[in-house]
């Protein structure tokens, strides 16, 4: 991690080798062996962490302490003090001091206690930052959030808009996919309605006529003539959300719409064009799904002549805590409230975790916060208790001192499978995150079926037989 720091220790040996050690993390580290230029320097310039020793003859590292914090009360102090000497530790503390670590100095934990500084004095600012710049927040279109990753899809909607290829906007659940498809229609100039349908949700018998229409009598319950929504979408667009799951005798019907421009409505033999924008949406991985046959290969080119991947919100560093403040805003405005920020402690919890349900599960979180909030900050007990007790789950694969030792495949195997589970047993973004082609990850994935003894009479194809599989044919 980057960060710059202030070594602070009269011996001057001491020095240098923390500022070795510091370098060696990477850390851009300044020294100095007297408290007074120490203190010259804070004054004019930056740093995000103070590491300064106790027992100085010029002046006390808690003296120090105090005396930075006065005058630059953004910075962090960290104290370094004798092993077993807690009633200095506890002294750091009360001047203001961050945290401390004892000598004789263990390198790992001053990294890590470095480093939790300099994240912390980051995310403080960020949120100093949002505070003041609240309401701002909002960006154009309603879409928060500056990520380098949201950037890239802001860039894509701009060059797509206005075209009318068909957009395939894939995504895991609660990114906001719908969002990316009104933003498209409006930045499209199409003066038509937006008319959004979800697959998922109508029933089989009814898609085709919810979509094309049909002629009265058509079938039993058809009393009267209904236009599909295709044709109410004229001279806009049409977004029809979680193709995926649309069923396989509809998706004919649907590519003919598609390739001809004109619809047929049920019951009819009239051809009647259309002019809508065509945009889906799927939180599937639609190759899986077409190589599994769930999905027609020539339907899966006709939507996707345009994909935009909406990261997962835990892709987007710092855009949790912008769209944390626009719900905040929003709900707190809405109740009345008046809860108007969001503690640092909080701010870290929210960063931490890994949001399964992507920007829905954080807005409904802060709706819950700002109904709970007791102040008119966001604490961390306002936060939903997984929120709270979430511990990033790391792969560790211990290289000089393994738990046990396994061969390569095994451990390619374990590796595999804990990615797929990451993603959801998304393979596609499995394979793109593990380096192979997809069908590279096929092959391994029948492999390890078979070296299993699950692979052997249900055969390969049934063990990849929905996404997620794959990691249980890997158990
Ligand atoms: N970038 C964003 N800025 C502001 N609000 C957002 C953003 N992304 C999503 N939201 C909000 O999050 C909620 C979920 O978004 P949306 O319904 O568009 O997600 P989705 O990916 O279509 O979900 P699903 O997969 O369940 O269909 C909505 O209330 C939406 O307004």
């Known amino acids: 991690m980057s960060g710059r720091i202030l070594v602070v220790d009269d011996d001057e040996a001491t020095c240098d080798l923390v500022e070795a050690l510091l370098k060696r993390q990477e850390f851009s580290v300044a020294a100095r062996t007297s408290a007074k230029s120490a203190l010259e320097l804070v004054s004019e310039d930056d740093f995000d962490v103070v590491l300064t020793d106790v027992g100085m003859s010029e002046m006390s590292g808690l003296e120090l302490c105090e005396r930075i914090l006065g005058a630059r009360p953004d910075m962090l102090v960290i104290v370094m003090t004798a092993l077993g000497s807690m009633e200095t530790a506890i002294s750091s503390m009360r001047a203001g001091a961050f945290d401390f670590v004892t000598k004789p100095l263990d390198a790992n934990l001053l990294g890590l206690t470095v480093s939790r500084a300099v994240q912390h004095r980051r995310l403080r600012s960020e949120v100093k930052r949002l505070r003041e710049a609240a309401h701002d927040v909002q960006q154009t279109k309603g879409l928060v959030g500056r990520s380098p990753a949201m950037k890239r899809v802001y860039d894509l909607i701009g060059r797509v808009a206005r075209s009318d290829a068909s957009v395939l906007v894939h995504g895991e659940t609660g990114t906001g996919k719908e969002l990316i498809a009104r933003a498209i229609h409006e930045a499209s100039g199409r003066s038509g309605p937006f008319v959004a349908v979800n697959c998922a949700a109508v029933p089989q018998a009814l898609l085709e006529s919810e979509l094309f229409g049909h002629a009265r009598g058509a079938f039993t319950d058809a009393k009267t003539q209904r236009t599909g929504l295709f044709l109410e979408a004229s001279g806009g667009t049409i977004f029809l959300d979680e193709i995926g799951e649309m069923p396989l005798e509809v998706q004919p019907k649907l590519l003919r719409a598609l390739q001809e421009r004109k ?46 991947d909406l990261p997962p919100l835990r892709e987007r560093g710092t855009d949790v805590l912008h769209l944390a403040m626009h719900f905040l805003e929003k709900f707190s405005s809405r109740s009345s409230k008046g809860v108007l920020s969001l503690s640092t402690a909080a701010a870290e919890k929210l960063t931490a975790y890994n949001w399964p349900g992507n920007v829905r599960e954080l807005e409904n979180s802060i709706e819950r916060a700002v109904a709970l909030a007791r102040f008119e900050q966001i604490t961390v007990e306002d936060l939903p208790e997984k929120v709270q ?30 990615v797929l589970a990451l993603v959801g047993g998304n393979k596609s973004r499995a394979a793109q995150m593990l380096g192979f082609d997809r069908r590279t990850l096929y092959r391994k994935l029948e492999r390890y079926g078979e070296q299993d003894g699950s692979g052997g009479d249900e055969g390969p194809d049934k063990a990849a037989s929905s996404p997620g599989s794959a990691s249980s044919s890997l158990s």
């Open 389 to 418: 007790a979430y511990r990033p789950d790391r792969f560790v694969v211990a290289v000089d001192e393994p738990a046990e030792i396994m061969t390569m495949d095994e451990l390619e195997k374990r590796y595999i499978k804990r």
């Open 263 to 308: 619809v047929r409505p049920v019951g009819s033999n009239a051809e009647i064009p259309f002019d809508a924008r065509i945009v889906t949406a799927t939180n599937r991985d639609l190759e899986t799904e077409v190589y599994e046959k769930r999905f027609r290969e020539d339907l899966y080119y006709r939507v996707n002549v345009v994909k935009i």
